[in-house]
């Protein structure tokens, strides 16, 4: 079910309310809020470490690769060969 719609009058009024509410706030409230002070905290500077990585963990990702690069090679082939055919016709 759709949204009512408001009329024109109902918008005057609504905007009219809006403003007052804005309007309404002591300006004192408003002062004393203050910006509090951050302190900079520097990040500690360490020397990078050499991080060892196991390429036996990743077999699987050769597997993939090679997977990938043979679907690829097929769809170029199937596509040349299908260009081929179509520009004899």
């Known amino acids: 079910m759709p949204k009512k719609k408001k ?3 109902q918008k005057i009024q609504a905007d009219s309310r809006h403003t007052t509410e804005s ?4 300006s004192e ?4 809020y203050s910006v509090a002070k951050k302190e900079v905290i ?3 500077v360490t020397s990078p470490s050499t991080a060892t990585i196991a390429t036996s963990d990743y077999r699987y990702l050769s597997k993939d690769l090679l997977k990938t690069v043979l ?4 769809i170029i082939i199937i596509e040349l060969v299908l260009q081929r055919l ?3 016709v």
């Open 86 to 88: 179509t520009k004899g």
């Open 23 to 26: 309007a309404a706030l002591p």
């Open 71 to 74: 679907l690829t090679i097929s």
């Open 7 to 9: 009329t024109r009058k």
């Open 29 to 32: 409230q408003i002062q004393t």
């Open 42 to 44: 520097s990040p500690k």
